[in-house]
């Protein structure tokens, strides 16, 4: 059964008897991880991991973290006057969503942070195996050697400090000392949630190489929606360099339009009856679909398959529309990628990363580099980048 109405789909997300389905393939990487959890279980381990995701710590991430390494990555990118964008994407990144994972970096060098990344890429194939044209015997085994590799470079060292940390602190040590990071949260509450090793390092793996992942190709997807926008309308760069809050909204507008994976899906763990009516025995599967949901004329009116960061959503509705999920396994790290939206502003907007990073690319004057095609990627369904070459420094009236 397919869903494609944006209501039928929101009731879907929310219905407490269907359980998260999509990455019962990737279970290499997903297996028993917060995204794979259902009622009880989900509960307890979200409510646990919850702490870390605050709005107070995405405002210390956004305006203490990410500026300095925004920085570190495009200021030389920008003095060569070239780059590709994916890969821009994923160095800006990376050691942020390593440091949410709590994956420590011994040397803190730029050869690490090519290493995480091409373990975080191979940790996406695997997780979203449903969707890839590769053997799946082949892409298995290469996930399964990345885990084994990562383990003894990453995760075993970092798991031991922590360890470590955590058996000061029960001996009296100050608990301000254990870091602020999923491994540390999963190493102090492994008894509590019955964890083992392999669960602590899968799910370790997925914060990797979603926080990666995702928001570099959510990156790349924007800029080319801006590009796109701006071309033949040099006001439009100017307001965007103007307004961050504009910047925000193209965002926005490329997450509804290119969600991270076009359909979820869900499996009836009970018979039960969806609100509009169908019902299901229990194991069957519903397949939501996101691309056409984020697309509903309902709610985004007759021109929802456009384009259009100017756009006024409904009361009640996320910019983003479906992208983010809804109820218990709506993203965690919904506001650090999205930021927070108009009357959400509390004690201050913040603008999210995916925003961040492409105004800084803005004020730098990128631009598709003529000379060169993007690539879509060959081993996935899912319409990601695999290369997108950019040039810097162009005038605002050349970006196109």
């Known amino acids: 059964m397919t869903l494609s109405s944006f ?3 929101r009731d879907a997300f929310r219905h407490r008897s269907l359980r998260q389905a999509l990455y ?12 794979d959890l259902h009622a ?3 509960r307890d381990r979200r409510r646990l991991e919850n702490r870390l995701f605050g709005r107070d710590t995405f405002r210390y991430f956004e305006q203490e973290v990410l500026p300095g390494t925004i920085e570190a990555v495009l200021t030389p990118a920008a003095a060569s006057g070239r780059a590709d964008l994916v890969e821009l994407g994923y160095r800006a990144v990376m050691n942020l969503t390593a440091m949410i994972a709590g994956i420590d970096r011994a040397q803190g060098t ?6 995480l990344i091409a373990f975080a890429v191979k940790f996406g194939e695997g997780a979203t195996m449903v969707h890839s044209t590769r053997p799946r015997d082949l892409l298995r085994a290469e996930v399964l050697a990345a885990m ?6 990453f995760f075993r060292p970092s798991l031991e400090r922590r360890r470590a940390i955590v058996r ?13 990071d999923v491994l540390s949260v999963l190493v102090a509450n492994v008894d509590r949630l019955d964890l083992s090793e392999d669960v602590i390092r899968r799910e370790v793996a997925f914060y990797l190489q979603a926080g990666g992942h995702s928001t570099a190709n959510t990156l790349t997807h924007t800029m080319d929606d801006i590009f796109g926008w701006v071309a033949g309308h040099p006001e ?3 307001r965007l360099k103007a307004d961050p809050s504009l910047v925000q909204r193209c965002a926005h507008e490329t997450l509804r339009l290119h969600p991270a994976s076009p359909v979820a899906h869900r499996r009836a763990v009970t018979a039960c009856e969806l609100s509009n009516g169908q019902k299901l025995d229990a194991g069957d599967l519903v397949v939501l679909d996101l691309t056409e949901a984020n697309r509903d004329p309902a709610v985004f009116g007759p021109a929802s398959g456009i384009y259009d960061p100017d756009r006024e959503v409904p009361p009640g509705i996320m910019p983003w529309g479906h992208s983010f999920g809804a109820g218990m396994h709506a993203c965690i790290g919904m506001e650090l990628d999205g930021g927070t939206v108009k009357g959400d502003a509390g004690s201050g907007r913040l603008l999210g990363t995916v925003a961040l990073m492409a105004s800084a690319l803005l004020e730098r004057g990128i631009r598709p580099d003529l000379d060169e095609t993007p690539c879509g990627s060959t081993g996935s369904a899912r319409a990601h980048f695999e290369r997108y070459p950019v040039r810097f420094g162009s005038p605002e009236s050349e970006i196109r």
């Open 7 to 9: 209501a039928d789909v």
């Open 24 to 35: 019962d393939e990737g279970s290499v990487i997903m297996a028993d991880c917060l995204l």
């Open 40 to 42: 009880g279980q989900h």
């Open 110 to 115: 730029a050869e690490e942070t090519e290493a």
């Open 148 to 153: 084994d590799g990562f383990d003894k470079r």
């Open 168 to 180: 000061a602190v029960q001996g009296g040590a100050n608990p301000a000392t254990i870091p602020r």
């Open 236 to 238: 439009r760069a100017g």
